[in-house]
């Protein structure tokens, strides 16, 4: 557990997701993997500890706590069914920030719902000042997937993943890692693909996900994250977060960290 890269450097960003199938027991509503909460958590303190790490940005999935009440909104488009996501969303964010508190470092919410809007095709944030300054005071900011006022349809889904992007591209990081419930991207027969190029990710065909997912799974992820590689150069791997050591590892530069890494 202690050993550190040579190579590490602390004053860089690095922006870390943990898929909401890591934090929350999807098929069910409303139900938080405690115990992943918590091993999460302790392991980002360990890591930050024993790095010097300074910047970390924290994205988390809404899983269960998101996935089931947005689509009840989407069929239904009552406000109340969105509130309601945000409301939930916005729960398991308490949990996560709670956990990390415990363990030592600090960290604070940065809620989609009231800092991003979506006009049109296209998206608003206007959090990065937020987050540059919880950076600055040494917190890490804590984002999540969320409901966001949208122009015209009143409220879109803004996933998690799309705010790794924006974060990574906005506060020029310079690694992202994705952590989900599976050890990367699969190739037909189960084998963990090793890397992904832009050019790649463009003609793949990814396998769904067989809960309810209401932003497209890993097939976004990797299409969302080939594209933060090819236009900014930001590299990033998706890995198995639901593995003990994994998130350490990530954080702590190991180069054994096992997963798919998608870069140019
Ligand atoms: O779990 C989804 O975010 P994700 C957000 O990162 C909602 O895909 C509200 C379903």
């Known amino acids: 557990m202690?050993?550190?890269?040579?190579?590490?450097?602390?004053?860089?960003v690095y922006v870390l997701k943990i898929g909401g199938s890591v934090?929350?027991?999807?098929g069910k509503e409303r139900k938080a993997r405690k115990s992943a909460i918590k091993r999460i958590?302790?392991?980002?303190?360990?890591?930050?500890?024993?790095?010097s790490r300074k910047n970390l940005i924290l994205v988390h999935g809404a899983?269960?706590?998101?996935?089931?009440?947005a689509k009840v909104y989407l069929e239904s488009g009552e406000?109340?069914?969105?509130?309601i996501t945000h409301e939930s969303a916005k729960e398991l964010n308490r949990m996560v920030i709670s956990s990390l508190m415990e363990f030592g470092p600090r960290a604070m919410p940065i809620h989609p719902l009231s800092g991003v809007v979506s006009k049109g095709?296209?998206?608003?944030?206007?959090?990065?000042?937020?987050?540059?300054?919880?950076?600055k005071a040494g917190i890490i900011p804590v984002l999540h997937g969320d409901v966001i006022l949208d122009e015209k349809e009143g409220f879109r889904i803004l996933s998690g993943d799309q705010l790794v992007v924006y974060a990574a591209k906005e506060l020029k990081a310079s690694k992202v890692g994705v952590g989900t419930d599976v050890d990367g991207v699969l190739n037909d027969?189960?084998?963990?693909?090793?890397?992904i190029t832009p050019p790649e990710a463009d003609k793949m065909s990814i396998?769904?996900?067989?809960h309810v997912d209401v932003t497209g799974g890993m097939k976004e992820k990797v299409y969302l994250l080939a594209r933060l590689a090819s236009q900014h150069n930001i590299p990033s791997i998706l890995f198995n977060a639901s593995k003990e050591s994994n998130v350490y590892k990530f954080l702590t530069d190991d180069e054994n960290l096992f997963g798919t890494v998608i870069s140019v």
């Not at 958590?41 to 790095?51: D, K, M, W």
């Not at 406000?79 to 509130?83: H, N, R, T, Y």
């Open 63 to 69: 899983g269960s706590y998101g996935h089931p009440q």
């Open 189 to 195: 027969n189960g084998a963990v693909i090793r890397r």
């Open 121 to 135: 095709p296209e998206i608003k944030y206007k959090i990065k000042e937020q987050i540059e300054l919880a950076l």
């Open 2 to 12: 202690l050993i550190m890269s040579k190579h590490l450097r602390t004053d860089e």
């Open 79 to 83: 406000v109340k069914d969105a509130l």
């Open 207 to 210: 396998k769904g996900s067989e």
């Open 41 to 51: 958590s302790e392991a980002i303190a360990l890591a930050l500890a024993h790095s």
């Open 23 to 26: 934090l929350t027991e999807k």
